[in-house]
């Protein structure tokens, strides 16, 4: 219906009728609950610009999103988005996650500063991340799992065999 009075005409009018034998119901649809506003834009780079993404592995399973952005923030510099990585049907921590920046140089910055470094007594291993993953937002993610396709999920795991791979050779050494 176009407003309000023109559904409310309707469910006076057709409520309780018969049709082909059978009594209809017709009552105004309920809300359950009000849908979420919006979330608040958030500064982003131009689509021209491409987001450097770090692959952070060995990440302890209580990380979440925004204690990986405050690690980054207090020990290198304010990334653009953080996203801790869930396995969909468990809930909880796949042990890696995803930290972006605005520039290539600020990525390989940040790998320089930060690889080996503790989070929650776990030694972080970084890399640039081989191909594009699309950054989560940096605030809604913090109470949910975010699900990711296939493909994003079987890179991820690639990228984690090849740091379990390159330091399983380090210790041979």
Same mark, same amino acid.
């Given at each position: 219906? *176009?407003?309000?009075?023109?559904?409310?005409?309707? !469910?006076?009018?057709?409520?309780?009728?018969?049709?082909?034998? /059978?009594?209809?119901?017709?009552?105004?649809?309920?809300?359950?609950?009000? $849908?979420?506003?919006?979330?608040?834009?958030? $500064?982003? $780079?131009?689509?021209?610009?491409?987001?450097?993404? !770090? +692959?952070?592995?060995?990440?302890?399973?209580?990380? /979440?999103?925004?204690?990986?952005?405050?690690?980054?923030?207090?020990?290198?510099?304010?990334?653009?988005?953080?996203? !801790?990585?869930?396995?969909? $049907?468990?809930?909880?921590?796949?042990? +890696?996650?995803? !930290?972006?920046?605005?520039?290539?140089?600020? *990525?390989?910055?940040?790998?320089?500063?930060?690889?080996?470094?503790?989070?929650?007594?776990?030694?972080? /291993?970084?890399?640039?991340?081989?191909?594009?993953?699309?950054?989560?937002?940096?605030?809604?993610?913090?109470d949910q799992a975010p699900e990711l396709d296939?493909?994003?999920?079987?890179?991820?795991?690639?990228?984690?065999?090849?740091?379990?791979?390159?330091?399983?050779?380090?210790?041979q050494s």
């Amino acid at each position: 219906m *176009a407003s309000g009075e023109e559904a409310l005409a309707v !469910v006076h009018k057709f409520n309780s009728h018969q049709i082909s034998g /059978r009594e209809i119901r017709i009552e105004l649809a309920k809300r359950f609950k009000k $849908p979420p506003p919006p979330p608040p834009p958030s $500064p982003s $780079p131009p689509a021209s610009e491409t987001r450097h993404v !770090v +692959y952070v592995a060995n990440l302890a399973w209580k990380v /979440r999103s925004p204690v990986l952005r405050q690690f980054f923030t207090d020990n290198f510099k304010t990334p653009v988005s953080s996203r !801790v990585v869930f396995d969909s $049907p468990a809930g909880r921590s796949a042990g +890696y996650g995803f !930290v972006s920046f605005l520039t290539k140089e600020d *990525a390989e910055a940040a790998i320089s500063a930060l690889d080996g470094k503790e989070l929650m007594e776990r030694p972080l /291993r970084l890399k640039l991340s081989e191909k594009k993953v699309k950054a989560a937002p940096t605030e809604r993610d913090e109470d949910q799992a975010p699900e990711l396709d296939q493909e994003k999920l079987k890179e991820a795991e690639t990228e984690k065999e090849e740091i379990h791979d390159s330091d399983a050779q380090l210790e041979q050494s």
